[in-house]
């Protein structure tokens, strides 16, 4: 741990601790503000997470948010987030904005309601996609490793277009729709590693694709299911010395989640099943389709208003063909970069509405959901690895 | 429900959280839905309710936009009436509202101070709900009717 981030880390809390934080700001009746800060410190036994995390604690992972929602009249609404983030190598510390939107409700009425967003909006994939940096919301620190695969954050994370929305209320719950439409943002070089691994030196460009989502939901969120969709094409350019030609990518995610969220325990499983295409990337990349699949169950309990204990159990195959990562061998890279298996264990202490504090523990076995950014050189990994991290986190 | 698994435990420590714990609950006088008179004066459902104060529901029946104000989630009175009359917990509605407000897709309810402060919202903002301890005397406030 370096002197600088410890002391700047010490300031924050200080200015967080001392702040009014007790609420939010109502600028106005139409007007509301709302942020969260999250500081998190990172271990692991072997290879390197969110940072120089091996034999030594990272702090290379803050998030913070600031948001603006406005209501100038009944059917029109704004909504803007501020999103900085710094993740390892990564991201070394950036500002973007998050979302950045209007909302248009075209129909409204006691049952439900229908209408369109236009800007940048977040895209609904899975139950945390949409809220996946706002720690408040996320069930742990470390996310299951394939569905909220983290090398992928940046593709799906938001889209500059348009979103259609409909909610209503049907039999005894609510079905709710999520149609986005627009240029899906790719911020960075990690899901070309990801699908590239060998020194791929060119660039992956998006295009305008779909993602969407329908949840059905009865008790306001007592019972949850969804399904979740997208559509994405990626053109990949070829750099200099690069070893893959100019060619597609394509990805057609498809989440299915289910929750209950009771009294004191809260069950939680979800799944995806991905198909992958690949064409004219090159010898290194044979055209041809595969799957990946993911899985995580879940459970929570909860002792106390402010105290909760949760235990997860995930797995992630880049290829479901190729379970124990063999096609790495044949390019003389670990074939433990093929999956990742991660048991969590995870205790939640919410001191206050607008502070949390979290611990977990992760048993991994496999690498692929490692950033190449923070293991450039993928031959010194370990397959075991285990991951400690603690996490503080403030909203207001 | 909450002293079952509190009695649960015999430790000492949890013992005197329970006592304290009923102190703090017995004090309470009950807890009644109160909306602005504004608010149309139908007979309204417990899942009605739930869907309002989760946010799922923009409008009334007249047209005007539902305006919800709560306490923070760890007032007793917040607690009370999240679970006496909707049957539900603060944690599942802030799972709710956290979603919504961090994907740009809506606003959580208003968040008063105070017991008090909330009255005076519901006295002064038409189409609004929330709660309060005891029926207020006040001729712009109503107690909601729900089966």
């Given at each position: 741990m370096n002197k600088y981030s410890f002391t700047r880390l010490a300031l924050i809390l200080v200015i967080l601790i001392s702040a009014p934080w007790a609420n939010a700001y109502n600028l106005s009746d139409k007007a509301q503000i709302h942020g969260f800060f999250t500081q998190n410190a990172i271990h692991t036994t072997a290879n390197q997470a969110y940072g120089n995390s091996e034999d030594s604690v990272s702090y290379k992972l803050t998030e913070a948010g600031l948001n603006l929602g406005y209501q100038p009249m009944e059917r029109i609404s704004f909504a803007a987030q501020g999103l900085f983030r710094q993740a390892g190598e990564l991201d070394s510390g950036s500002l973007s904005l998050d979302y950045g939107l209007i909302d248009l409700a075209l129909f409204q009425n006691p049952l439900g309601s229908l209408g369109v967003r236009l800007g940048r909006v977040k895209n609904p994939l899975g139950l945390y996609n949409e809220t996946r940096d706002v720690a408040f919301t996320t069930p742990t620190i470390i996310l299951p490793p394939g569905i909220y695969f983290d090398?992928?954050?940046?593709?799906?994370?938001?889209?500059?277009?348009g979103q259609f929305y409909m909610d209503f209320q049907l039999g005894t719950g609510r079905l709710s729709g999520?149609?986005?439409?627009?240029?899906?943002?790719?911020?960075?070089?990690?899901?070309?590693?990801?699908?590239?691994?060998?020194?791929?030196?060119?660039?992956?460009?998006?295009?305008?694709?779909?993602?969407?989502?329908?949840?059905?939901?009865?008790?306001?969120?007592?019972?949850?299911?969804?399904?979740?969709?997208?559509?994405?094409?990626?053109?990949?350019?070829q750099g200099s010395m690069d070893r893959y030609?100019?060619?597609?990518?394509?990805?057609?995610?498809?989440?299915?989640?289910?929750?209950?969220?009771?009294?004191?325990?809260?069950?939680?499983?979800?799944?995806?099943?991905?198909?992958?295409?690949?064409?004219?990337?090159?010898?290194?990349?044979?055209?041809?389709?595969?799957?990946?699949?993911?899985?995580?169950?879940?459970?929570?309990?909860?002792?106390?208003?402010?105290?909760?204990?949760?235990?997860?159990?995930?797995?992630?195959?880049?290829?479901?063909?190729?379970?124990?990562?063999?096609?790495?061998?044949?390019?003389?890279?670990?074939?433990?970069?093929?999956?990742?298996?991660?048991?969590?264990?995870?205790?939640?202490?919410?001191?206050?509405?607008?502070?949390?504090?979290?611990?977990?523990?992760?048993?991994?076995n496999g690498t692929s959901w490692l950033t190449t950014a923070d293991n450039p050189d993928r031959s010194i990994t370990e397959k075991h690895h285990d991951l400690f991290a603690l996490q503080v986190a403030f909203k207001f | 429900m909450i002293f079952k698994y509190f009695s649960r435990k015999p430790a000492r420590k949890t013992l005197l959280a329970a006592i304290l714990f009923f102190i703090m609950v017995s004090n309470c006088q009950g807890v009644e839905i109160i909306v602005n008179a504004s608010v149309p004066d139908l007979l309204y459902t417990v899942q009605d309710l739930r869907s309002i104060f989760a946010m799922q529901r923009p409008i009334w029946s007249n047209g005007g936009k539902i305006q919800v104000f709560v306490l923070a989630d760890n007032n007793p009175l917040h607690r009370e009436f999240t679970k006496t009359k909707l049957n539900m917990f603060p944690h599942q509605f802030r799972r709710i509202w956290d979603r919504l407000?961090?994907?740009?897709?809506?606003?959580?309810?208003?968040?008063?101070?105070?017991?008090?402060?909330?009255?005076?919202?519901?006295?002064?903002?038409?189409?609004?709900?929330?709660?309060?301890?005891?029926?207020?005397?006040?001729?712009?406030?109503?107690?909601?009717?729900?089966?």
């Open positions: 090398r992928s954050r940046s593709l799906f994370l938001s889209s500059d277009g999520k149609l986005n439409y627009g240029e899906i943002r790719n911020d960075n070089d990690e899901m070309r590693d990801a699908v590239l691994p060998l020194n791929a030196t060119g660039d992956l460009s998006t295009q305008a694709d779909f993602a969407g989502q329908l949840t059905y939901d009865i008790n306001s969120g007592k019972y949850v299911a969804a399904i979740s969709y997208a559509d994405v094409t990626l053109d990949y350019d030609t100019n060619g597609t990518i394509h990805f057609y995610p498809m989440v299915l989640s289910a929750q209950y969220n009771g009294d004191r325990i809260s069950l939680t499983g979800e799944y995806l099943y991905q198909k992958n295409e690949f064409s004219n990337l090159g010898p290194l990349s044979p055209d041809g389709k595969s799957v990946s699949e993911s899985w995580y169950v879940q459970t929570a309990y909860r002792f106390n208003y402010n105290w909760q204990l949760l235990g997860r159990y995930g797995e992630h195959y880049l290829d479901q063909d190729d379970r124990s990562g063999s096609f790495f061998k044949q390019i003389g890279l670990p074939t433990h970069m093929g999956f990742t298996k991660d048991v969590t264990l995870s205790l939640r202490w919410d001191i206050k509405p607008w502070m949390m504090i979290r611990g977990e523990y992760h048993w991994i | 407000l961090f994907s740009g897709t809506g606003q959580p309810p208003r968040q008063v101070g105070s017991p008090e402060e909330m009255i005076e919202k519901i006295s002064t903002t038409p189409n609004s709900i929330g709660y309060a301890g005891a029926a207020p005397d006040n001729k712009n406030i109503r107690i909601l009717i729900y089966e």
